[in-house]
């Protein structure tokens, strides 16, 4: 399982995060949600194991983390490599056999889509963190239809990917209480 945290700093007395888990099986998972005084030390613990994304004004605070939009883009990369190794697969059949049915990869947007938290601090948080969400199920629906085309699945291995190649994922973070 992929465990993500989305991280945001709205005003200078709180902080939000918003876990996200995608993988083994299940389908993108917000998994959790809070709002801390900015000096909890529980915070370090929420987030040490995890992928870290940031909102601009998190960053200041806890770095860069990983870039969802270089996400968006990589999965449209893989996306369109795909097709390429389709295409190609498909005209080296002879002619005879070329009525497979092209993949369908699966839409996504390409920037976050805003929504209200109950929490008005939480807006800015829970909005990358669907478009987190929402990205990484749409890539595991590639994995899923790359893995069930033993042509496509030479491309990147015979086991499912966590994330697209070319995502500049952050380590996970390991912050000191």
Same mark, same amino acid.
């Given at each position: 399982?992929?465990? #993500?945290? !989305? #991280?945001?700093?709205?005003?200078?007395?709180?902080?939000?995060?918003?876990?996200?888990? !995608?993988?083994?099986?299940?389908?993108?998972?917000?998994?959790? @949600?809070?709002?801390? /005084?900015?000096?909890?030390?529980? #915070?370090? &613990?929420?987030?040490?194991?995890? !992928?870290? !994304?940031?909102?601009? $004004?998190? @960053?200041?605070?806890? %770095?860069?983390?990983?870039?969802?939009?270089?996400?968006?883009?990589?999965?449209?990369?893989?996306?369109?490599?795909?097709?390429?190794? +389709?295409?190609?697969?498909?005209?080296?059949?002879?002619?005879?056999? *070329?009525?497979?049915?092209?993949? *369908? =990869?699966?839409?996504?947007?390409?920037?976050? &889509? *805003?929504?209200?938290? %109950?929490? /008005?601090?939480?807006?800015?948080?829970?909005?990358?963190?669907? =478009?987190?969400?929402?990205?990484?199920?749409? =890539?595991?629906?590639?994995? $899923?239809?790359?893995?069930?085309?033993? +042509?496509?699945?030479?491309?990147?291995?015979?086991?499912?990917?966590?994330?697209?190649?070319?995502?500049?994922?952050?380590?996970?973070?390991?912050?000191?209480?």
């Amino acid at each position: 399982m992929r465990g #993500i945290v !989305v #991280i945001d700093q709205p005003v200078e007395d709180r902080v939000v995060g918003w876990h996200v888990s !995608v993988g083994d099986g299940l389908e993108s998972t917000m998994a959790g @949600a809070w709002v801390l /005084p900015a000096d909890d030390p529980r #915070i370090a &613990t929420l987030l040490t194991g995890r !992928v870290l !994304v940031t909102t601009d $004004k998190a @960053a200041a605070r806890f %770095g860069r983390g990983s870039d969802v939009g270089a996400l968006a883009m990589a999965i449209v990369a893989e996306t369109s490599a795909l097709d390429a190794a +389709f295409a190609a697969h498909l005209a080296a059949l002879p002619s005879s056999r *070329r009525s497979l049915v092209a993949p *369908r =990869w699966p839409r996504m947007a390409l920037r976050p &889509t *805003r929504v209200t938290a %109950g929490d /008005p601090l939480a807006s800015g948080a829970l909005t990358l963190a669907r =478009w987190v969400s929402e990205l990484l199920a749409a =890539w595991d629906q590639i994995e $899923k239809e790359r893995l069930a085309r033993p +042509f496509l699945a030479a491309r990147g291995g015979d086991r499912a990917r966590a994330f697209p190649p070319g995502w500049g994922v952050a380590a996970p973070v390991a912050l000191a209480a």
